[in-house]
DNA sequence: GACCGATTCAAACAGATGTTTCAATCGAGC
DNA sequence: GCTCGATTGAAACATCTGTTTGAATCGGTC
């Protein structure tokens, strides 16, 4: 259980596979979830032996718990979150600006950044570590948003109703990664009989995302003047 | 392979397990979904042996196909559609109509009806089944819905904007049957410390599903203004 | 150069899974 | 009443999983 007591003598490649496997691990844990990625998968992937992962981490779970923990840290870094403080005079622009940053922490793949990945793995097949996820990730960004709609909407708005709208937002971009499999399947559907054109043309390209987050901004947008207006005549 | 040859003499308790194992892997399926099912678990709720299912059904992936074959058909007569041509002057209601009608398939738990929960686990972890699922029960499902939005929005919406205002539309209350688990543990944080009060209030009951289908039908309805009425002056 | 702790590796382990086997059982028809 | 095909059941099978074992290896220290 105990490592080198010595902090000034590092083992040098110890730390090596030890990270190789962590990596290793937000990669096909992002893919393929907690359940259904195996550690031999992985341990291939990292040029470890299965064994590794015991020895460093104590089990799959503790492992996978260490990889969600880097892939938060690393992610704090990168692409900072939208806030409403950044321009408080345009709380629309700030919503554009946050949808389109969601979107892309959920869809767009980066070498270093899995958790937006993670993040929604976690929420449709949760592992034992889905709370700390929500405590640590989520409840985050649903702070930040919320603070987002406060100011598009009456200064009086009930919790409920906020509630509801930040379902409503937030929704629309979680939909384009949930539901990826059955975009694919749809996508197989409408190609049958013709073998021509590509026949999976990797869906999020960078048009397609401009195109999403101005539709779903504007849509929200509207939603929430009518969720509020209906608030305050009640 | 072959079954009994005469129609005339079914051998009665056959039949029988054959469909106890039917009715037993709607529930365990739609609760575990196809890979976390374990047919020892459905064979004994279903009062049968594990070789049955293979006697029956050749392997648990045709198993699988046939179950969701059944609740289809069975979903089908249970809780019909509401479409544009029941008031076809007041498009706004049968959304509305819509929106309930398929808030209540998702979430609303039913002895005799399955195919929401099933349909909901394919989508977001899909099995070789999901090809199948999409084009027999989510496509038609898809065209009633736009079938609404159609008469909601400008008579020369382009398609993609059609398409986009369905996801908008759909996802709100996907969104609800998806994020679950994260609702179980932002209810369990923010339980934390008091013990008191019911821990996990049976999530929507049926004011809830009310509250829920009003503000999304709002919420939609004021989205899809804002998309046509620009998709009019682009 | 011999020791020693930390680390790696191949192999085996225990448990669960879907599937198969084959004998026992049932039910109708001659 | 016996026979034969259809059905059931207990057990074994093959394969996969995470995990453990114990020997081999490496790197630095006295």
Known sequence: MSQNPDPNSPPAEAQDTKDRLIEAGMAVFAERGFADAGLREICAQAGAN????????????????EVLATCHQRAASHRPVPRIADDPDRPDVVLGRFVRWFLELLLVSSENDYLGRLMAREMVSP???LLEMVRRSLLPIKAVLEEILRALLPPDVDDQTLGLC?????SQCLFYKHNQPVFQAM????????????????????????????????????????????????
């Open 166 to 170: 930040f379902a409503s937002t937030i």
């Open 50 to 65: 299965p064994a590794a992962v015991n020895y460093h981490f104590g089990d799959k779970q503790r492992f996978y718990t």
């Open 187 to 234: 996508e197989r559907i409408r190609a049958t009989g013709r073998e021509d054109e590509r026949l999976q043309a990797e869906f999020p390209d960078r048009n397609d995302l401009d195109e999403l987050a101005e539709h779903i901004t504007r849509f929200a947008l509207a939603g929430l003047r009518a969720a509020g207006y209906e608030t305050d005549h009640r």
């Open 127 to 129: 592992s034992p570590s």
